[in-house]
């Protein structure tokens, strides 16, 4: 009788963690995003500009204007100076960071050692897509021009490239 009882009671203990239990569920969804995306529309130009054999800048600001500093001028024949600008598109309303190079990017001509870097944008560092889904960024940047440069023209093959990204 006394196995009985002890059974009994073992069945009522399994039974009582058997039936405790419970069942929730939660929902899916799913926001699918039009992809970002960015094309250049317009390339970086510093336009003419003339040295004196002395270091010096040249600032090409996001809207267009030149700013020299030390052996730089601007002649008369400006040589069309503009920003770079990209076009974003992407959702609608949706905001996105701007990645600019961290790093000067060297030009290729005759005398070693121009770069252009310190690259800034329009808007900064974070943009926000228009409802209907576009926004242009503006990049300008500063030339540097090491002493003694010779006259010529100066490019980088691979340009400037900038990244975005939704946040």
């Known amino acids: 009788m006394k196995n009985i009882t002890k059974f009994a009671l073992f069945m009522i203990g399994f039974s009582t963690y058997t039936f405790a239990q419970a069942t929730a569920a939660a929902s899916i ?12 529309s317009e390339d970086m130009v510093f336009g003419n500009i003339s040295t004196n054999g002395s270091t010096g800048t040249i600032l090409v600001g996001t809207e267009g204007t030149r700013t020299p500093t030390g052996g ?9 100076p503009t ?6 598109t992407g959702s609608g309303n949706y905001t996105y960071s701007i990645s600019l190079p961290g790093s000067p990017i060297i030009l290729s001509g005759t005398t070693e050692g121009v770069t252009v870097g ?8 974070t943009g926000k897509l228009t409802a209907a889904g576009t926004q242009t960024v503006y990049v300008g940047a500063t030339l540097n021009l090491p002493a003694s440069t010779v ?10 490239r900038i990244t975005v990204n939704y946040n």
């Open 83 to 88: 920003a770079a600008s990209f076009i974003v």
């Open 151 to 160: 006259a010529g023209s100066y490019a980088n093959a691979s340009g400037l």
């Open 72 to 80: 730089v001028t601007l002649p008369a024949a400006n040589g069309s």
């Open 118 to 125: 310190t690259f800034v944008s329009n808007p900064a560092s």
């Open 29 to 40: 969804g799913v926001n699918i995003v039009t992809p970002i995306s960015i094309t250049k």
